[in-house]
C-alpha cells in the first residue's frame, strides 16, 4: 500500500500480475456472493486470461474492473470501489505506458 497525496488514503497497489489474479480471484467470489453474477463471471473471465500475454490479462483485468464500477449498484462497499479504482489506476498506467 502506497499513501494518496492528494486525499491522504492509502492506495490498493500491486506488485506484479499474480496480485492481479489474486484481487480478480477474490472480487469475483466477492461479486457472486453478493448476487452479482453476470460482473462475477466478467471478473473470472479476465482472471482466467492470466496465463495468456502480459498486455492481453491487463487489458482484459482493465475491462472487466471497469464494468464493475459502472454497474455493480452498490455490491461492493466504498472501502471496495476506492480500492477498484485504485487497481484501475494503476492499469491505467501500465497499459497506457505500453502504447507509447
Same mark, same amino acid.
Given at each position: 500500500? &502506497?499513501?494518496?497525496?492528494?486525499?491522504?488514503?492509502?492506495?490498493?497497489?500491486?506488485?506484479?500480475?499474480?496480485?492481479?489474479?489474486?484481487?480478480? =480471484?477474490?472480487?469475483?467470489?466477492?461479486?457472486?456472493?453478493?448476487?452479482?453474477?453476470?460482473?462475477?463471471?466478467? &471478473?473470472? =473471465?479476465? %482472471?482466467?486470461?492470466? %496465463? %495468456?500475454?502480459?498486455?492481453? =490479462?491487463?487489458?482484459?483485468?482493465?475491462?472487466?474492473?471497469?464494468? &464493475?464500477?459502472?454497474?455493480?449498484?452498490?455490491?461492493?462497499?466504498?472501502?471496495?470501489?476506492?480500492?477498484? %479504482?485504485?487497481?484501475?489506476?494503476?492499469?491505467?498506467?501500465?497499459?497506457?505506458?505500453?502504447?507509447?
Amino acid at each position: 500500500m &502506497v499513501r494518496d497525496a492528494m486525499k491522504g488514503n492509502d492506495m490498493k497497489t500491486l506488485s506484479g500480475n499474480r496480485e492481479l489474479y489474486d484481487y480478480l =480471484f477474490s472480487l469475483s467470489a466477492e461479486l457472486k456472493q453478493r448476487g452479482a453474477t453476470a460482473l462475477s463471471e466478467a &471478473v473470472a =473471465f479476465a %482472471s482466467a486470461q492470466g %496465463s %495468456s500475454s502480459s498486455t492481453e =490479462f491487463l487489458g482484459e483485468s482493465r475491462i472487466a474492473l471497469r464494468q &464493475v464500477l459502472q454497474e455493480e449498484k452498490g455490491a461492493l462497499t466504498d472501502e471496495q470501489r476506492a480500492e477498484l %479504482s485504485d487497481v484501475l489506476k494503476q492499469l491505467d498506467a501500465a497499459l497506457d505506458g505500453r502504447a507509447q
